[in-house]
């Protein structure tokens, strides 16, 4: 059963749907760029529909100043207090509840990792994260590749048949080329965000799993920076996994992502859950 609920964050009233399930262990999604609750094609209405069914409570909402909730949108940076509200209000909202699996894409996914720990959040699914240092409410809309990405692109374009041909019959502009390939050849420093986002996984208390499309522009910039050596704290743990999509759609939207995304937030569903004695306290105050 679908419900839509209302709750409070600060002054404000935000709006959340609640898709029921009778299973302990709940799914939170959090909406990544300015997405509403239902997101892209409808693609977390489908994704609540797909794991309800399966008997898990799954809770999306619009952080402050997006879609049908009041107040300001001031991006996903200073979302903390929206996530808060929206984890109280999930819990009360189902209290048969648990563990909550909180899932977010791009800014979501870097919003989750930022602020998880000052929040009632059992496990974390990141996909594709936002590392691209950029002002507020950015992320979704301007993808800029950094050098990273560029040097996957164009490692992509070396490796298919069909450029050699093109090189070889003029159809690639040589200068073009030799400009793009010294931009990719420039180690760029990691940015700010994503040095953040590495020391508050490295000091997370819960079971991580990243997430990555391969193809997708920023999926790639976080690839870069994950294999930097800045995240070797995180990648060290033996709770956190890293697994890839041969995909170049951001959201996972073709069916092929879809079914594997899906299984993925199953396979961190259903793995084994023991609560920390601090995060149990911490639920009773």
């Known amino acids: 059963m679908r419900q839509m609920i209302s709750f409070p964050c600060g002054d404000d009233l935000l709006a959340g749907t609640l898709d029921t399930g009778e299973l302990a262990t709940a799914i939170l999604i959090v909406s990544g760029g300015n997405e509403i609750r239902s997101g892209a094609f409808a693609g977390q209405a489908t994704m609540a529909a797909h794991f309800a069914a399966l008997g898990y409570p799954v809770f999306r909402f619009d952080r402050r100043g997006v879609g049908e909730s009041e107040g300001l949108n001031t991006g996903f940076e200073n979302s903390a207090d929206d996530i808060a509200a929206a984890v109280a209000a999930f819990r009360n909202a189902a209290p048969r509840t648990e563990r909550i699996v909180a899932f977010g894409n791009c800014d979501a996914a870097s919003a989750l990792a930022l602020f998880h720990h000052k929040l009632s959040i059992d496990a974390l699914i990141l996909a594709n994260a936002w590392v691209i240092d950029a002002p507020s409410g950015d992320a979704a809309q301007s993808p800029v590749p950094n050098a990273d990405a560029i040097r996957a692109r164009y490692w992509a374009r070396l490796k298919n048949p069909r450029s050699l041909i093109d090189l070889l019959t003029g159809k690639i502009d040589l200068r073009k080329l030799a400009g793009g390939l010294a931009s990719a050849a420039r180690k760029q420093p990691a940015s700010g965000l994503a040095a953040e986002l590495a020391t508050a996984l490295a000091r997370s208390a819960v079971p991580i799993t990243v997430l990555v499309a391969q193809r997708d522009t920023t999926a790639m910039a976080f690839m870069g920076a994950w294999q930097s ?27 092929a992502s879809r079914h594997w995304l899906f299984e993925q937030i199953q396979s961190q569903c259903q793995a084994p859950f023991n609560p920390s004695p601090v995060k149990e306290s911490e639920r009773r105050e």
Do not use: C, E, K, Y
Not at 229 to 254: E, K, M, N, Y
């Open 229 to 255: 050596g800045i995240f070797a704290d995180v990648q060290a743990r033996p709770d956190v996994r890293l697994a890839q999509f041969d995909t170049a759609s951001h959201g996972f939207a073709d069916a």
